[in-house]
């Protein structure tokens, strides 16, 4: 780890305005990704603001047909939340399976979806639901939000507030771990809502992406059978030694067909 | 306590050292400081091969802080280039080893990734890290050889001068025009090319040292975690040339070793180096990240496999060809146990009338290889039960019906193996009868149709396995106990536990002998104020060696105080009973307690004896369910039956059979490291590319025993820290493949990860 000084922000105002000031500080949430990339000495930033205490960031609503996540909510938080659970079932059962009880009790929503780990299981919730993400600066629809691999739609110094998933009708979550590292090999999140069925595909490509083809079938007929012979294209995405394209290619089909299945319990 | 536990056959009993170390009481390596402590670090090699043209330490010599910039200069100036050898016998055609030289910096040339090139000490371990960032190095890189075998080839790039054509070791065991005609006359013959994949041990404490110097005495004090103060200090002796009394090692707890810690490691000998130049303390810990790139690899054998059978089914003959890598360079226990162990046990448990086997060990652009838990064991047990299986998946016979056709037979032991040693006991039939029972193996069939209904491939894996423990580096073990006026008892071992549970196992062991609570006995291990002859924690030898020198140091403080005793009774000793930690006679009939006889005198014992290898053997039954639409395993079952000799504490027996199944579990479903062909680079540098089994991989086993006792212990014991190892690598892989068989697929190497089973019933059915 190289030296970097400590700021602990007293409000979300107060962290904006930093980091305005101090283009090489870095925001520090839940660290669960930033603390190992430091002791690695892969990243030097001159200054860690910490926001994990704010309250504006704590909390869960839900309301008017929309749950709110706040940015700090930790894994844990959303996993057990009566108001998640009530509201969207999958998105507490995926909460539950990121990382492990420690990641669980320390890394939080904003901070994965600020993040954008093309293996990461929020942003397939996030895109799959078409959530909302409200930032100190304005709002961004989940679509825009994710840019690829590490990369999103925040400037700097903007910070994730809350996200706002629409409840939908039904959701389910299917993931595949990779077996080293425990992130998503294939993650697929699928929901049926108001807009339409929407099939969110993470941990597959180089980033998070929605199948439209599995969505326009299933918009047709809601039922696993129905994305039988589909595939998505090999050639878009990971490979690396635990997994060729192929087979990643097979996990998303597979998932896709047991999300499906666990929503119609066929 | 109650007495004669022994006797009626072990007890169970939770390990008393657990609740300090799980509650993080316990002392390991990076615990010990020093006053005045300097704080190292090492730059490594970011490549495979290269030639160093130049290093570049005026910057980080400049930054604040930093005391020392060492390089390999100063590791040719120091004479510290040739690390110990054990290899002290004669390969093919008595062939001497070639020791290729390994500077503790690397110097003139790296020829692997993670390869120390120079070692900043300063006023704290940032600084050092921050000051190694500023070294410059110029190199020239050369061509990578990784894959063993490519290293072998006429025009592979050769890593060191003084071992042309990359191998610093040929070996050979066996007959080999025996062999031959063995297969000429054979109806079948079954082939497999089978990779042992390397595994990085990956103990749960990571590599720490710190080495004072003293110039009053010219004395080194070295904390660093061992299997045994004896063969670290024999090997850092040998690879500095300084006399082993000038080393003082202090271990107290070890977090794991698997043999990765019996290695003195260039590290520590430069620490050694920098401590007496610079006169003060210097302290070193290792990342996870040098963990893996550094830490000794375990396994790494490539092995072309045949079996000769006649018609019946008998086997004939057996041929193994081996190319062991070794690595960038030797490390002392690498080429030993890679050759020795695999010969010792060839045969396996079959009668096998001509044996041949050879061992081309071989240099490659990779971290060096060591013994790893089992070293070299469970390697030919892999060998031997893939090929024993596929023989009976070719001839159309049961699996466990070709292994009994073939079993040596109780009545034969002891039995001279063809490749010259000599296995002591076993029970094979009954163990084997014993495990098919427990697993229901006849009950099979049913059960995998039931897997297919739920659209489930499921298979059946046996593996009967022996294995010789280690007899050790030092031709004998001693102990020592002491009894303090206050009456507690303790004994002092060399053998130093790394999660083996020594401190319960030896207490009891001396509790028993000597009739007294459990509670009274404790045990020092690698205590430098007692000094001990005899050996580390290893190949499974603990309880063999220093437990049955713990009963014999036991007995000897009975008859020694019985003398003692006597001329206080004013008794003949032979008239001095005792019992319970007290004697009694003489006509007084007074009683002294072995505490007593402390209060006047230092009463202390030290007993010796020699151990040779006893042959631990066991059946595990495995059962797998695979998924194939994802070509995930699950271990639906698993089944184990060993016989370890007399048992003294199951609940320990237990958790290394525990362990060591877990282990290989791990190995076969994707444990493995990998690097890069071309350029050398390490793949699996970290958890999130290295796989390591979790909990949820073996959720229950179902153990017996089927004990025949060992005549070469007091104790009837046999080792067995390694059997979990040894047989469950070849039962797991042969139950998948069972699985896989019936769409055709006949060969796949370890490790059965997902993707690869998926790919491998893809490729089946497209045939199909």
Sequence with gaps: ?266 | MEHHLLEIGGVRMSRREDLRLITGAGKYASDWNLPGQLHATFLRADRAHANIVSVNTEAAEKHPGVVRVFTGEDAMRSGYTKPMTMLTFKGRGGMEVLRPERPVLAHGKVRCVGEPVAMVVAESALIAQDAAELIEVEYEELPVVIDPEAALAPGAPQLHDNVPGNVPFDFEAGDAGATEAAFAKAAHVTRLKLAVTRVAPNPMEPRACLVAYDAGTDMYTVHVHVQGVNMMRKQLAAYTGLPEEKFRIMAHDVGGAFGQRSLAYPEYCMQLLAAKQLGRPVKWIATRSEGFMTDSHGRANYVSGELALDKDGKFLGARLDWIADMGAYLTPTGPVSHLRNPSTCLTGVYRIPALYGRWRTVLTNTNPIAAYRGAGRPDVAYVIERLVSQAAADLKMDAAEIRRRNFIPPEAFPYKTPTGSTYENADLPGVLEKALKLADWNGFANRRRQSEKAGKLRGIGIATVIENTGAGLFPRDEVQIEVAAGGTVTAYTVSHSQGQGHETSFAMIVAETLGIAFERVQLRQGDEDHPLFGNHTGGSRSTVGAGSACHLAARKLIEEGRALAALELDAEPSQVEYANGSFRGGESKRTITLADLAKSRVFSVTAQGSFSSTFPNGCHIAEVEIDPDTGVTEIASYVTVDDCGRVINHTIVEGQMHGGVAQGAGQVFGEHVVYDRDSGQLMTGSFADYYMPRAGLVREITMEEHPTPSKVSPLGVKGMGESGCTASLPALTNAVLDALRPLGVQHLDMPLTPAKVWHAIQAARTKQ
């Design chain 1, 1 to 266: 780890m190289y030296p970097f000084s400590y700021v602990k922000a007293k409000s979300l105002k107060e962290a904006g305005e930093f980091l305005a000031a101090h283009p090489d500080a870095k925001l520090l949430a839940g660290g669960m990704t930033l603390i190992p990339t430091l002791k690695a000495r892969l990243a030097q930033p001159s200054h860690l603001v910490d926001i994990g205490g704010l309250a504006e960031l704590a909390g869960i609503k839900e309301g008017a047909g929309k749950l709110l996540i706040a940015g700090g909510t930790r894994h844990h938080e959303v996993a057990t939340s009566d108001a998640v659970k009530k509201a969207i079932p999958a998105l507490a059962y995926l909460a539950n399976l990121i990382g492990d009880p420690q990641v669980r009790n320390r890394g939080t929503i904003g901070g994965s979806v600020a993040n954008n780990d093309p293996a990461a299981d929020y942003p397939a919730a996030v895109l799959g639901l078409g959530a909302t993400v409200v930032t100190t600066r304005r709002e961004i629809a989940a679509e825009d939000f994710f840019q690829g691999m590490f990369t999103t739609a925040l400037a700097p110094g903007e910070i994730v507030v809350r996200l706002v998933f629409p409840v939908a009708k039904r959701a389910a979550y299917a993931k595949f771990p990779h077996p080293a590292s425990g992130y998503a090999m294939a993650g697929v999140f699928v929901a049926e809502t108001a807009t339409g069925v929407r099939v969110a595909v993470t941990g597959a490509a180089p980033g998070v992406f929605r199948w439209k083809e599995a969505e326009a079938a299933l918009g047709r007929n809601f039922n696993p059978a129905a994305l039988a012979g589909l595939a998505v294209n090999a050639d878009e995405l990971n490979e690396d030694i635990h997994a060729t394209r192929e087979y990643r290619a097979n996990l998303v089909a597979v998932m896709a067909r047991r999300a499906v299945a666990q929503i119609t319990g066929k």
